[in-house]
Structures are given as C-alpha cells and as structure tokens.
C-alpha cells in the first residue's frame, strides 16, 4: 500500500513543488534568520534569485558548526511561541545541537513517518514496539506518532530494560519492531538467552531499522534471528529526525520523500554536485520545514542517488545504503576504509558473531588498527589451532577484501559490549580525534 498520492508524482510534478517550496524556504530563512541574511549578502544573492532548482547550487552549505554556534535557538525562523516541540542530537562531545518544531512541522513529520511505515509493511492491525530511546533524541517520539497515525497499536517501551522488552513482546504480541540494528541483534540474543526462540515463541513479522548503518550482511543476521523482513529507514535530527527516507519492500534502496526535501550529492573536497548514481556525500535542504529551516545541509553521510523505476509504483529518488561518514572513513597505510566495509567481511565470516569493535590508534608515525570479535561457539576456545586458524581468516579476508592489515582478537562468546541505540563500532584513539 501507499500511504500518500504525493509519493508517485511525476517527475515534473516534483519539481514544480520543489522549485514553490525552495522558494518559500529561501524567502522565510532569508527574513527571519540572521545567519541566513548575512550568508546569502556575503554570496551577493537576493531571494529572488532562487526560482528553480538549478539555482540551488548557488546558495551557500549549512554545516553542524552553523547549529552550534547558533546555539540554541539563533536560527530559529519562528518566535518561541510558535514551537511546540524541542529535540536535539546527543553530541558526543560539548552542547547538543538542538532542533524544534512547530505545530504544522510534527504534522508534516508525522505524515512523513506514516508513508515510512506503511511502504515498510506496518498497517493498523500492528503491534508496534518502538525500541528507540523516548527523550530528546528524534528517533521514538518521531515514530511513535507516525505508527499511531496508520492506526498500528504503539508499545513506547524505549531502549534498554531487554528482558522486559522481550517478556512484553511475547505477551502483548509484538509484531513490528522498531530500534536501531544493532540494538535488534541484541534483543534477538537475549531472548535466546532466556529460552525464547524469536523466530517461534513471538509474532515479530517486521523489523524497522535506522539510526545508524548497518549492511547487507547484518539485515540477513536481523532477519534470520527473527524471521522478520528487515526494512531500513534513514533521517537526521537537524532535517526532521527520522522519515527523510526508508525502503519499501522492493528494497532498492531507500526512497526521500522529495515533495520536503531536495537531495543532492557533492564531491565533499571540492563541493562539486555530481551525478545520478555517483557516490558522494548527501546535501539535503528541507522544503517544508517552519520552526528550522536549512539551506543545504551537508550531512557528512555518503550515498548517491537513483532515480530508475521501483517496481513499488513510488516515483521517488531513492538513496544507497549509507556506507560512511565524511568523518568516519580511516586511513591505514594509505588505504581508505569505511567500518562498514570492515563490518561486511567480518559479517561473512563463519565462526565469529555480529558484535564488534574498531580501535584505531598511532604506532610511530603510523596508523594501526585492532578489531575485537566475538566467537559464536564456545568449543573453539578449547583448541589453539582453532583460534589460530579463525585469526588467520579474518586477517586474511580484510588483507585481500580491504587491503588492510589488523590485529585480530577473539574475544569469548557474550563479552564484547552490547548497544541499546546506537552503537559505538569505532574507538579512534588518534590524538585530535
Ligand atoms: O538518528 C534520526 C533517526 C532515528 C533516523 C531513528 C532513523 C531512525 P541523529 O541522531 O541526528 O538522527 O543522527 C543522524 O545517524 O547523519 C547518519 O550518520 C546516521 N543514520 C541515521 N539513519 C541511518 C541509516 C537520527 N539508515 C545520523 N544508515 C545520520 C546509516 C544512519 N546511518
């Protein structure tokens, strides 16, 4: 099913919308943001100047620093009395980066999440338990208010607290579960833990995962633990929190909903906009958004875009997988590698689980890596040569795949650290980092 007509419009329809709705952005950033004003002076532009979408690149980038120095509401495009709604980012470090909502934004939201949901397989006779933390992160309180809206019967039940998530889930009936991935790897093994087996003992027919990357191989973990179908879904506090884009169950990637947001890919070095199908990173500039209004937000995630038929009927560009941050890629010995790279050859490995970690530090001048990985099965501790042979693998498969050299340590099996959000899958112990 499709929730919203406005997701199979035609290709010039879109773009009639969005050439209106940046307009009316750019009118509403320029009078009533400050930092907006200033920008666009400093590029000698005048609102008038973007009419259609190939202006759109001569507007100035919007950048996380922008949000911080502006901290917290300084660009903010309504009085305080028109917000109704505050989230923001966790930040690992320093103040959060803080976002807000007017009346007319949580109803864009909600609608957003309603198409998000319903292209992932959720309908009103859904048990929805949202795993996400409820608080001022995005990701719960976002989709908590779309699921309700499609009429599915909404479990808040938040992040942590497993074994009473799996013991509701069994006697409520669960059967969409919405976290992060990593979180719902975690689950499916505490439930096994406790003499639960997900795929026979509960109802959880659909995953709903996002908040952080996760690859090819993990969906297939998350669907064999659970027996569920695994959809992916993608968003950003600053651009709404989640229900800027999601699978269908084509899964061909995740579809943006282009009548509020208009993506483009640049080149992140030289801030060139490249092509359809070309990798870069994802600018994305919210059409419809009131309270906060971004020009070009760069967000440092690296995808491209594909605009070919989905066997869906959904008209939408669709997104790749994320498979980096412009601040996550590492440097080894002049290699480049994404951790989702590392995640994927560590993924198809037998013998090893799914929980892992990255430490990256300096030995001399020289950048070195250690990835700790867990073993499945415990007899393999009984037999050096075992071990021996498995580290050997594993060093041997990122050697040929990624052409990296790491330190490999095997870790017994339920010792590595577990997320409940968002994992921590890198430790970059690098000065300045
Ligand atoms: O994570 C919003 C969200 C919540 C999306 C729940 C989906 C589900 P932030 O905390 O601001 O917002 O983090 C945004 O998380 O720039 C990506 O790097 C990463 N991210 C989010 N979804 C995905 C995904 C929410 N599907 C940052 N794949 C983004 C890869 C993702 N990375």
New binding site residues.
Partial sequence: MIWSKDETLSRDQFTKIQEKRLSETVHSAYHNVPHYKSKLQEAGLEPSDIRTLDDLAKLPFTVKDDLRANYPFGLFAVPQKDVVRYHA??GTTGKP?VVGYTKNDITTWTELIARMVTMAGVTAHDIAQVS?GYGL????F??HQGLEHVGAAVIPMSSGNTEKQIMIMKDFGTTAL????SYGLHMAEVAREMGIDPKKDLKVRLG???????TEAMRRELNDAWGLFAT????????I??????ECQCLNG?HIFEDHFIPEIINPDTGKVLGPGESGE?IITPITKEALPLLRYR???ITSLHYEKCECGRTTVRMA??HG?TDDMLILGGVNVFP?QIEEVLFNIEGIGPHYQIKVYKKGYLDRIEIDVELIDEDFLDSFTLLENLNQTIRGKLRTVLGIDAKVNLHEPRTLARSEG?AKRVIDLREGK
């Fill in positions: 980012s966790s980066t996400f992160f995005t990701g719960a976002g989709l919405i976290g992060t991935p709903l995962f996002g908040g952080e990357g996760s992916e879904n993608y968003g950003m506090s600053e651009l929190g989640p229900g800027v884009s999601g995740m994802l967000t440092k995630d997988k994320i941050r989702s968002k």
